[in-house]
């Protein structure tokens, strides 16, 4: 809901999850600059994640040519730096000059994360445990209520994963991991029920955390993500 919020806005692009920080990089590589087909091969790879999905897990192989013509004449660039290049590139070829990434993981690489970008801003989305639970426990309804990519193994996956003693635990985990950056001045913390119950004041927080001036569209976001109604517009 967050992001699709702010992706109305004239200046944003909000990306889908990418996982780039715990799948495709790891902090001991910071520093360490890429040739040029392991630079082409992490940009197909995003690039699959936020075209063709995620959940596709698929390899970016069918990207590599649109990998190899956003990498263009750059050379010896580290991991941060060409997942900063695609966010920033891709952002711009939607005609969109703040790129807007949400992978819930973030959050636990958060220290990281502002350490290689200072001027970051980020929203730490929390959410009413009972809710979290209710909406993992059916979240594999998507299948047949969401009109997009969503299949029946990822229906089956979502099923078998929910579990009413560890979703509670990550839920905790997250949220005394964002306990961390409460003082921090780049990090906003919204609680979801605020953001639907008087979305005109949370959302004027939330721009002026982010320095963005309000424009009505914000407020017509599309109504979907449910697990228990079907999508509108």
Known sequence: MMARML?????VFAFDELHFFEELYQREQQDEPLDKAAATDLLAR?????IDGYTVHGT????EAEAGRMLGEAQGLTRPQLFEL?????AAEQNKTIPLEQTPRNLLQLDHIL??????RVIEMV????D????????WRRTYLADNKHSWAMGFRAWSNYHCMITPRIWANAVQEGQRFREHPQVLRVKFEDLMHDPDKQLGRILDHVQLTFEPALLNVSVQGSSSAKDAG
Do not use: I, M, T
Request: positive net charge; proline residues 5%.
């Open 7 to 11: 992706g109305l806005h004239s200046r």
């Open 132 to 139: 979290v639970l209710l909406s993992q426990q059916n979240r």
């Open 46 to 50: 995003l690039h699959s994640r936020q």
């Open 115 to 120: 350490q290689l970008w200072p001027e970051a």
């Open 86 to 90: 695609f966010l920033r590139r891709y």
């Open 60 to 63: 970016g192989s069918s990207w």
């Open 127 to 130: 959410r009413d445990p009972r």
